[in-house]
Every structure is written in structure tokens, then in C-alpha cells.
């Protein structure tokens, strides 16, 4: 019996990948870059990923809340797991960066850790991106997609069915009068409806088939740009600070801005020494770009890779991704945190004044 | 279908020539960031044979080297998709 162990296994492993691939096969993904809006409030647009924010935020808040309630000396249950994150996360820094900085930079690289990590594996559970509000495409204005799926109704609700057939909406279309008009968001109501009603009869359905893309309530925070660029700003900012309530405004300006030497009459090196100054800030310009894209990139490329593998092999290729998401999305935060810690720790002790090279 | 011609019967639609810019900006841009991970870890790795008490110092600077060396891998394919999704 143990020899046909291993082929038990492989067939087992056939059987699940030929029935996810015959009857539980997802539509087509589409894939949206930019934060769908779930509702508006007034001029402001609620979208999922500000939705998903909020839940992670209240998750650490109520996670933090719990830990600390009827505090012990000897900790137990989820203080003493809380501990021991906090403690494992605090000699990461402090050996990094030395007793004295690391306890001042503590709360901003822990908070930056904790939050990154713990949205990315939001992402993961099993109703992100998948439940949402089944939207059909119309020729409204707020309502119009280039590509669909078809939609059915079941019990007064409109659902996506598995494997269900997509349809592209055409890129021009001709209108009666002969004219050949392109259709994209902005294009008028008929020519809106002309495309939509001309991809349906393409795909071979009936007239009042319905196509529709599904819009998710929530979805990974960090998958939307804003995201990433609001935690690099802010510990852009952290970082600068930190550089200024060490050393004085003008001392550390003077890193970025160094005209010392070319005022005193020393042309070459004055020179020499300006032109590092400017690229300093260049660096740190370049700096919120590549925080920014290095964690909107990988979790990104997460998600798009979830879709595709649900397309192409629904029951067996899709445990691999979902490893290999939790090993990146801890991977990332904790290279966020360890970034913005090693920058601080370049900030608050760089010699000012003399051109420190790279 | 908007056709492009390159030589007199050797034509490229529009949609062709996005899919092949979207996949050749992430080929392209794959190809060196990975030629040095590889080498980052390696020399990690034989550091790390050469001196086993420093790993926690080792290994946290390679994760960090990894990073830089990942983010511009990260940068075509955003590319890639902007190609391939907005465009």
C-alpha cells in the first residue's frame, strides 16, 4: 500500500485540477488598477480599499485594546502574544539602530510594520474581491465598462455565475447615419447603447441578457496607489524630522544645500559640494517613488496573479499563490519598516556639512 | 484594425504591438534585477558559510539588498500593466 502512496497523490491532485477545471472555472478576469467606488458621499467617493483601511485600522485598535485591559505582570492569553510581537519587533530596531534611536523610532517603523503587514494579509481572506455589488453595464454615465461578464438574476439578486462567458464591448461602432464613432467613457448615450447592444448580439445573447462587472466591497488596501503613497509621505516626513530635531534646521539643511564652500570663494569644490547637495534631494525625492512602487508593485501583482490562477486552475494552483502572498506580504512590510528605520538612522547620523559619499 | 506597416507585406495591428510592448517591458525588466539578486544571495550565502554567528546581521542586510534590487523589477511590471490595463 505505501508504494501507491505517491500515485494516489497524483491522482487525487488530477482529479481536483480536471473538476476545478470542467465546472468551477471564473469568468475572464478583469482587472481594474484604479480603487472601484462603492458609494459616494456627496463629492467624496468611498472606494474599497479606503473601506478595507478602515476595518484594518479598528482590527489593530480593538486587537491593541484587548491586549492591554486587566494587564498582568506575568502576561497571559493575547497580552502575552501581543508582548511578543512588540518585543520581537523592538529588538529588530534596536539592534539595528542603537539604544537611544531606537527607542525614538520605535512607534513610527512598529506602527508601519504592524499596518502594512496586517492589510496585506486581509487581502488574503476569502471575501475580498470576490463579494460586491454586481453592477450591469448601461449607457449611464457612471455605469459603463469596456469589458463584461454576463449576469444573471437569481432571488432578486444579480450574481456571476462560475465559468460564466465575458464579452468585450466593441471599440467603434457605426451609426446609422454612417458614421464611425469610438466608444470609450465619454462617448454619448446611443453611441453607448449601440456598442452595447452590438456585443450582445456578437456574443449570441437575447436581447434582455445582461452584462455586468462585479465591483467588490472591499479589496486590498495597498493595491490602490494611494495607499502606498500616503505611508511613504508620511515617513518621508518622519524621517526628515527626525533629521531636524537632531541637528537644527539649517544644520541638517545644510546636507541638502551646501554652499558653504562655494561662498567662501572655493570655485571647484564649491561647485562640487552644491552639486551633491542637489543630488541628496534628488535621492530623497527618488526615495517616496520606489516606497511607493516596490509596495503597490508587489501586492498588485499579488492580486492580478489570484485572478489569473482562479482563471486558469481553480482548485490546485491557487494554494501555492496564497503561500507565496502571506511569505510577500510579511516579506514587504517588514522591508517598509526596515527602510524607513535604516533611512532615519542615515539621517540622524550623517555628518552634516561634509560630503558624505555613497 | 489599425495596421502599421513595417516592410511592404509585413504588417502589426495596434493591439499586437501593445501586447508585445507590455510583455517586452516586463521580459526586459526582469531579466537584470534577478541576475543580481542571484548574486546578492550567493555572496550572502558564502559569507554566512564563512562566518555562521553574524546571520541575524547577514540576513537582515540581504533582505534589505533584496528589496532595492526587487523594486526595479516591481517598476516594469507596473509599467507592464499600465500597458497592458489602462492604455
Redesign the interface.
Known sequence: MRRFKGLAIGLALLILVLAGFLFLRSPKPIIELKAETVISIGPFNVTNTYITSWFVIIFIALFAYAATRRMSLVPRGIQNLFEAIIEAIYNLIVRTAGEKHGRRFFPVVATIFLYVAISNWFGLLPFFATVGKVEEISAHESAFHEKGVVIQQKAGLNVIMPAADDVELPKTVTLPDGKVEEVNADSSAEVKQLAIDEAKKEAGLSEDAKIGILIPFLRSVNTDINGPLALAVWSAIFVEFWGISTYGFFRYGSKFFNFGRLLRGKIVDGVVDAFVGILELVAEAARLISFTFRLFGNILAGEILFLVVIFLLPLVGLQVVYFMELFVGAIQAFIFGMLTLVFGIMAVSAPHGEAEGH | MQLTYLFPLLAISDEALRFIGAAAAMALGGFAPSLAIGMLVSRAMEALGRNPEAQ?AIQ?NM??GI?FA??IA??A??VA??IG??F
Do not use: G
Open positions: 541575524a537582515t533582505i534589505l528589496a526587487e523594486a516591481i517598476y511590471l507596473v500593466v499600465m490595463f489602462v
